[in-house]
C-alpha cells in the first residue's frame, strides 16, 4: 500500500487522533442503485473523511496461466485514467491534500481515499478517485514499468527464506484452489499478462455489485449518501463474482527446500476455518495462549524460553472467504531445527488435548479486550474494520459484540474448537533452510 504527498495538516490531524475518545461506533447502512454496499460511521473530532473500498477482485480471482493480474490491475489504476496520466493523477490527489492508497491480497482488492471533508476539497478528490474506478486507461509504457517493479519484486523475494517458506506451504497446503499462488504471480505468468487482460479484470471485478463501501468521517447521514453516490454511484452494476471452490484439504507431508543459510524458517499446519466459523472467538482466545501473545505464549515459553531453540515462534488462524489457514512458524538453528520442530508439535498436541489452564484463559481474555480500543483509535482502522464486516458479511453489531464474545468463552470451548479444526496428523510441514 502506498500514501504519498501528505500535507502537514493530516500528520497534524493524525496525531489528534490519538486523543479521540473511543467508543464502538454506530454503523449506518444502505446499498447504492448499482448495488455497492456502504457502511458509514459519522465521526466528528476531526475534519476528515476516510474511505476504503473493497472489491471482490484480488488474486483468488486470477485467471489460470495470468497469476498477478488482480495485483496488477489493483495497482494501475493510479497510473491513468480517461485523458489523466499518472503524474496529473498524483498531483491532483496533492493539490487537494488527499490520499489515495491500494493494496491487494488473496480475498480483497482495496482503494483507500482520505480527504479533508470540506466539500470543496472533499468533492474533487471524489470526481478524481471516480474517474480512477471508472476509466482506466492502463497505459501500455506504464504496464511495462510495473511488470518491471513487479518481476525484480519477485527476485527479492528469493532472496528471502522466510517468503519462500511461507509461498510454499500455501501452495503445498492449497494444491490447485486459487489461495495456493501468490499475488504477485510468477515471472511466467506476469510476462504472459497484457493490457487487455487488465482491462477484462477491471471490467468485470471493479462494478457495484462486487463492491463495499466503508466511510468514516465528519459528515451528516444525508452527506454520506451524497459522498458515496459520488465516488462509487457511476459504477456499472455488473455481478457479484462467483463463489470460490471448495477447499480440498491435502495429504500430510514435508517438503525441505534448501537455501544457503544457518538459520532454518519452518511453517507446518493445514486448512482450518473460514471467516463465518461459529468456532471464530474460542479459536482466537485460544491461539493467544498458544501461540499468538508473543512472548508469553506456550510455544514461545517451550521453545524460545527454556529450550533456546527459537528466537521467533508463533501461530496464527487466518480465516478467509473459505477455509484460510492454521500455521505454526519458527526460525531457529539449522541443526536443531528437528528438535524445534517436535517440541512445538508437541506443544500443540498438548493444548489441542487440555486446551488452556484457567489463569491463560484469563490473561487471554485480558489482553484481547484490554487491546480491542486500539483496532478503532483512527478513522482509518474503523473504515478497515467496516470494510471487514461488510465483505465477510459479519453481523453489523459485530464491534459491539467483540468484548462480549471474547469474554463469553470458556476453556471447554477452546478445547472443543482446536479438536474440531486442528489436527497434527495432516499438518504439512515446509522447512527451508541449510543442512543440519
Known sequence: MIFNNKKWWVGLCLLLLSNVALAVPKIEHWTLD????????????LPLMQLHIAFDAASS?????????????????RQGAGSLNADQIASGFERLGAEYGDSAERDM????????????????????????????????????????????GLQQQQQSPEVIADQTFMRLVYGNHPYAHDPLGTAESLRAISRADLAAHHARYYVGSNAWLAMVGNASVSEA??????????????????????????????????FPAQQTHVRFGHVAISRDDPDFFPLVVGNYTLGGGGLVSRLADEVREKRGYSYSVYSYFQPMRVPGPFAIGLQTKNVQRDDAINVARQVLAD?????????????????LTGSFPLRLDSNQKIAEN?????????????????????EAVTAEQIRAAFKRHVDL???????VGGNP
Open 34 to 45: 448499482n448495488g455497492v454496499r456502504v457502511l458509514f460511521v459519522r465521526t466528528t473530532e
Open 61 to 77: 480471482r486470477d485467471p489460470e496461466g495470468k497469476h498477478g493480474v488482480a495485483l496488477l490491475t489493483n495497482s494501475m489504476l
Open 109 to 152: 482488492a482495496v482503494i483507500e481515499l482520505r480527504s479533508l471533508s470540506d466539500p470543496k476539497l472533499l468533492n474533487p478528490a471524489l470526481d478524481l478517485l471516480a474517474q480512477l474506478l471508472g476509466q482506466p486507461s492502463f497505459p501500455p509504457e506504464a504496464l511495462e514499468r510495473e511488470r518491471a517493479r513487479t518481476l525484480i
Open 225 to 258: 449518501k451524497e459522498i458515496a453516490k459520488r465516488a462509487l454511484g457511476r459504477l456499472p452494476r455488473g455481478e457479484l463474482a462467483p463463489p470460490l471452490p471448495n477447499v480440498v484439504s491435502m495429504d500430510s507431508r514435508r517438503q525441505v527446500v534448501s
Open 351 to 367: 493444548f489441542v488435548e487440555h486446551g488452556p489452564t484457567p489463569a491463560e484463559l484469563e490473561s487471554a481474555k485480558r489482553h
Open 386 to 406: 467496516l470494510a471487514y464486516i461488510g465483505f465477510y458479511g459479519l453481523p453489523l453489531n459485530y464491534l459491539d459484540q467483540y468484548i462480549a464474545k471474547i
Open 425 to 431: 496428523q495432516r499438518a504439512i510441514t515446509v522447512v
